[in-house]
C-alpha cells in the first residue's frame, strides 16, 4: 500500500494507513467490539497483520472493560486474543510502574495467553504476547551456538514462535527487547542478538533492521562522537541494504510499515546517505512514529529536523 503524500502535518495514530483498522478503532473508543471481530477475523491468515492490529485495538480497549464484555457474550478466537493483548498490557504497565497489582495481573495475563493460543493453535500472536512479559523473570535458557556473548533468555519460548512463523517481526523485537541494558541486558548482548538474528532472515526481509534498533537502543549522548556512529562501515553498510533490498517491497505492504521505516530513514540521515532516507521519509507518506526519534530528543522536533536536512517539508507552526 502507497502512503499517502505529506500534506503538512504529521500523523501520529499507529493504525497508519490501515483505514479499516483506523475505524475499528473509533469502535472501540465508543464501547462497540463488533467490528473488532471482523477485523481480527480477517487476518488469521496474515499474521503480520493480526499481530499489528490486535496490539493497536489492545492500546485502544486497555482502559476499558470492552474486552471482558466480549469474551463473555462472544467468546471466539478473536476476543480470546484481543484479551490476551490487553491483559498483558496491563501485566506490562503494572510491573513498570511497580504496582502492588503486578504479580495478579501477570498472572491474569498469562492465563490470556494460554487461553487464546488452544483456540488458534496455529496463530504465533498469543505466543508473542508472552513473550512480551519474558523480559519481566529473566528467563535464562542457553544460547544456541554462533553467539560470541552466548546471552541466555527465553530461546525456548522464542523458538516455540518461529516454529509457528520463521520471521514474525514482533516476535523478533520483542525477543531482542529481553537482552536491553534498561531490561537487565547488556550492549554487547543485544548487539550480538540482533546480529545473529538479522543475518538468519532473508535479505529483503524487516528483519535486517534489527542491529539499528539494537543501535539506537544503545546511544549514549555522552559518549565522545556519540552521532558519528551510525558513519562507521559496518552500520552505513547495513541500512543501504536494508534500503536497496527491503524498501522497495514496501509499496506492496497492505499498511505502511511505520516503525520499520523511521528506523531506516533516522539510520540513513546519521549516516550521512540524504538521497537515500529522503526516498524512506517519501515511502513514510505523512505517518510517524515515537520511536527512534525520542531517543534523540523529542519526536516531532527530531523528524522535522531530520526532514528539513533532506529538504522536505514540515509541518508549521500550530
Known amino acids: 500500500m502507497a502512503a499517502e503524500l505529506f500534506e503538512g502535518q504529521y500523523v501520529w495514530h499507529p493504525a497508519a494507513d490501515d483505514r ?23 487476518t488469521r491468515s496474515d499474521f503480520a497483520l493480526r499481530a499489528h492490529r490486535s496490539l493497536v485495538l489492545a492500546s485502544e480497549a486497555a482502559g476499558t472493560d470492552l474486552v471482558e464484555r ?17 491483559a498483558v498490557q496491563r ?12 504479580e495478579a495481573l501477570e498472572r491474569i495475563a498469562l492465563t490470556a495467553c494460554d487461553r487464546a493460543a488452544a483456540l488458534t493453535p496455529g496463530d504465533p500472536t498469543p505466543w508473542v504476547a508472552k513473550l512480551t512479559m519474558a ?10 551456538q554462533g553467539l560470541l556473548t552466548a546471552p541466555p533468555g527465553p530461546w525456548r519460548l522464542f523458538a516455540h514462535v518461529l516454529s509457528l512463523d520463521p520471521w514474525h517481526r514482533e516476535g523478533h523485537h520483542r525477543f531482542l527487547s529481553c537482552f536491553f541494558t534498561r531490561y537487565g541486558g547488556s550492549v554487547n548482548a543485544a548487539w550480538d542478538v540482533a546480529a545473529f538474528l ?20 544503545s546511544y549514549n549522548p555522552t559518549q565522545l562522537l556519540a552521532d558519528r556512529v551510525w558513519e562507521q562501515p559496518q552500520w552505513r553498510s547495513t541500512a543501504l541494504a536494508v534500503y536497496h533490498n527491503w524498501l522497495p517491497s514496501v509499496a506492496g505492504y497492505r499498511f505502511t510499515p511505520v516503525l520499520d521505516l523511521a528506523y531506516l530513514a533516522h539510520a540513513l540521515v546519521m549516516a550521512q546517505c540524504g538521497f537515500e532516507a529522503r526516498a524512506v521519509f517519501t515511502a513514510m507518506g505523512p505517518y510517524a512514529s515515537r520511536m527512534p526519534w525520542s531517543a534523540f530528543g523529542e519526536p516531532a522536533e527530531q523528524l522535522s529536523r531530520a526532514r528539513r536536512g533532506c ?3 514540515v509541518p508549521g507552526p500550530a
Open 91 to 102: 501485566a506490562m504497565r503494572a510491573a513498570d510502574s511497580r504496582d502492588e497489582r503486578a
Open 20 to 42: 479499516v483498522l483506523a475505524r475499528v478503532c473509533v469502535d472501540v473508543r465508543a464501547g462497540r467490539y463488533r467490528s473488532a471481530g471482523e477485523a481480527l477475523a480477517e
Open 311 to 313: 529538504g522536505l517539508p
Open 135 to 144: 523480559r519481566l523473570h529473566r528467563l535464562r535458557d542457553p544460547a544456541p
Open 70 to 86: 466480549w469474551l463473555a457474550e462472544e467468546p471466539t478466537p478473536e476476543a480470546a486474543l484481543l484479551w490476551a493483548r490487553v
Open 198 to 217: 538479522s543475518q538468519r532472515a532473508p535479505a529483503d526481509s524487516p528483519l535486517r533492521l534489527l542491529p539499528l534498533v539494537a543501535l539506537v537502543e
